[in-house]
């Protein structure tokens, strides 16, 4: 009865559980401050695209107390620093929309080819050697890409390709091609990661109803890494409108409405880097024209990315 006694006493006191040392810590600092951490980076993020927003609303509404939105989103002439002035974005747009088409025709299936190789084909050794290489691109400042599409593609597509008269030194299509060779990076990493999250199981599956590997690679593997595919094609596709020095160098500086590749153009973007420079008063309407067609490429870009994640959600595959 005493021994009972002694034990009830020692298990009321706390006399039986682990040293303090031993037992689960009664809070983790390090995991709070790391949350707290990447909340403050969510909330810097939020801030900034808020700051921006009001930045280009402002001088927005200001130029659309001047112009009709509808002169400006359909109008077919552009050329807001010229008197008469005539603010019709629509070859601007279309500029920005050719350099954008030439450049994806080059990167999705060099990209996509790359990521196929990388993840089914490429041994470990030959894998490490590969893709860093390939994502050096994404490192090189965009304006040496277009100093070298300036002054080795173009020259060199015109010597190879005699007959191409039409190709112009400053033209969407050499433009196109730069851009191209930049964002092949994004489309054959991302998707690379995108297949190589593929379980295992279902390669191996096809492989044992006799699948070739070439069959495992596009009718297996393609198919359920679709999700981060499409997402890396619409993220190169954003990057691919935004970019500014490539196409203020090679493009061209003419707004027209065409596609064509040997046609000089001017994009958004361009129009943006050349015309911001100090020369215009602030206040004008010349000067609110650089925040609207600003924010005109962040609605594009906006609506690009709404339609990706309804792709991604679409088309996800979730794998236990």
Request: proline share 6%; charged share 10%.
């Amino acid at each position: 009865m005493d021994a009972r006694n002694t034990i009830g006493a020692l298990s009321a006191t706390g006399a039986d559980r682990p040293p303090r040392s031993l037992a689960a810590p009664s809070g983790r600092w390090g995991e709070t401050v790391v949350k707290a951490l990447l909340a403050l980076c969510a909330a810097i993020s939020v801030l900034t695209t808020t700051g921006i927003v009001i930045s280009l609303l402002t001088p927005t509404i200001a130029f659309f107390s001047e112009v009709a939105i509808g002169d400006f989103l359909f109008g077919t002439d552009w050329a807001p620093t010229f008197t008469p002035s005539s603010f019709g974005v629509l070859p601007l747009v279309v500029g920005t929309l050719s350099t954008s088409l030439w450049g994806m025709l080059v990167a999705v299936p060099v990209g996509l080819l790359s990521a196929i190789f990388l993840s089914e084909y490429a041994s470990p050794r030959v894998r490490k050697v590969v893709k860093p290489i390939i994502e050096v691109l994404a490192g090189i400042p965009t304006v040496a890409i277009g100093v070298f599409a300036l002054l080795f593609l173009s020259p060199t597509i015109a010597d190879v390709f005699p007959f191409m008269v039409n190709i112009a030194p400053f033209s969407a299509g050499i433009a196109g091609l730069a851009i191209g060779l930049m964002i092949v990076p994004i489309i054959a990493s991302i998707s690379d990661d995108a297949m190589r999250a593929v379980p295992a199981g279902l390669r191996e599956a096809a492989y044992g109803l006799g699948a070739t590997k070439m069959k495992v690679a596009t009718r297996v593997v393609f198919p359920a890494a679709i999700s981060g595919i499409v997402a890396s094609i619409v993220l190169a596709a954003s990057r691919a409108v935004g970019e500014t020095m490539i196409v203020l160098l090679v493009a061209g500086a003419s707004p027209r409405l065409t596609f064509d590749p040997g046609a000089s153009v001017q994009t958004m973007t361009a129009f943006i880097g050349t015309t911001a420079t100090g020369d215009i008063a602030p206040g004008t309407v010349k000067y609110d024209t650089i925040f609207a067609v600003g924010s005109l490429l962040f609605v594009m870009t906006l609506l690009m990315n709404i339609v990706a994640i309804r792709l991604v959600r679409k088309y996800r595959e979730v794998y236990e």
